[in-house]
């Protein structure tokens, strides 16, 4: 399928289990990035990646690591999942020729307990 | 750490009138970004403004960026029930984006 997804779309984890978040785009965009929602937070940068194999921290990176080795992947993995880090994952990708704008998946909603 | 203001943050409008959301920002950027969010779903772009003075319009919402104010505004002509949902602004600041914390739109018939 064209565009941006995600996987999982939900799930529930237990605090201290590691979790990945996948997200795959199939338009070969340079830029991709992992946001988090909470209400009355807005969206909050948690990684993004200019190219493969070159990431960096965003707002909001403490207990992520992000990983991308291709073009079309950027998994993100909370590697000992916190209940505070229950919310809702975007992520988006962008190219400099369309001015940055960024285009969203779907989300994941994430529940630790 | 760029900070990102939208007034207002709840707004209730009736069908047929206009309105101004308003995105304020803290730090020098040439670029910002508008997106909607309808509930449980995802965002969708809405304007690109590259530049100060840029000024976009698609149908009923136009959108205009002042650099030098750091102010970004997108007014709303005429509302329509369809218009309901989350507008959200973002500033870059290099390759990071911050995000206000939307604006929540209802427009009662």
């Known amino acids: 399928d064209a565009g941006i997804t995600q996987s999982p779309r939900y799930k529930i984890t237990e605090t201290g289990r590691q979790v990945t978040l996948m997200c795959h785009q199939t338009?070969?965009?340079?830029?991709m990035f992992w946001y988090r929602q909470d209400l009355g937070h807005g969206l909050r940068l948690i990684y993004y990646s200019a190219a493969a194999d070159i990431t960096d921290k965003g707002e909001v990176p403490d207990g992520y690591v992000v990983s991308r080795s291709k073009t079309e992947n950027f998994p993100l993995t909370l590697e000992s999942a916190t209940r505070s880090q229950t919310s809702v994952y975007f992520c988006a990708s962008s190219e400099w020729t369309s001015g940055l704008e960024q285009y969203f998946g779907p989300g994941t909603r994430l529940t630790v307990t | 750490e760029l900070k990102v203001e939208q007034n207002p943050l709840f707004l209730s409008m009736q069908e047929g009138k206009n309105y101004t959301i308003y995105c304020n920002y803290s730090t020098t950027s040439d670029r910002l970004y508008w997106y909607r969010q309808d509930p449980g779903k995802s965002l969708e772009s809405l304007f690109v403004?590259?530049?100060?003075?840029a000024v976009k319009q698609e149908g009923r919402l136009m959108a205009s960026l002042d650099t030098k104010a750091r102010l970004s505004t997108l007014h709303i002509t005429a509302a329509v029930h369809d218009l309901s949902a989350t507008y959200f602004c973002?500033?870059?600041?290099?390759?990071?984006?911050?995000f206000g914390t939307g604006t929540s739109l209802t427009v009662i018939p």
């Open positions: 403004l590259l530049s100060n003075g």
């Open positions: 973002a500033v870059p600041t290099g390759n990071q984006f911050y």
């Open positions: 338009w070969s965009h340079s830029y």
